[in-house]
């Protein structure tokens, strides 16, 4: 089990942007991929982005071209840079980490969730 931090969620209006931040907290495992789910009220979650440790990355439809996910291997952290928010974007985001096995990845840590609130 992996333990992740997330930070850097808010408030912001239509139009600005947010960084979040999401880092192992405790002892430091290898993982292969980290990403961002969200989780807007009365939906299922979805994915938002994930990168792989090599650095290929995908994205939910509804973000392309707005974020950008990136990752930092040597501290195992990995950013999600939200530029031209919509009040649509605003959820409960949540990190998580996968290991793979064979050509399988599967989940071994969730972060706790951060609030980002899009509104005027």
């Known amino acids: 089990q992996v333990d992740l931090v997330e930070s850097g969620g808010g408030l912001v209006q239509p139009g600005g942007s947010l960084r979040l931040s999401c880092a192992q907290s405790g002892s430091v495992v290898s993982v292969d991929a980290m990403g961002w789910q969200r989780q807007a009220p009365g939906k299922q979650r979805e994915l938002v982005a994930r990168i792989l440790s090599g650095g290929g990355s995908n994205y939910g439809d509804s973000v392309k071209g707005r974020f950008t996910i990136s990752r930092d291997n040597a501290k195992n952290t990995v950013y999600l840079q939200m530029n031209n928010l919509e009040p649509e974007d605003t959820a409960i985001y949540f990190c998580?980490?996968?290991?793979?096995?064979?050509?399988?990845?599967?989940?071994?840590?969730w972060g706790q969730g951060t609030q980002v609130t899009i509104s005027p």
């Open positions: 998580y980490a996968e290991r793979k096995s064979g050509a399988y990845y599967y989940a071994v840590g």
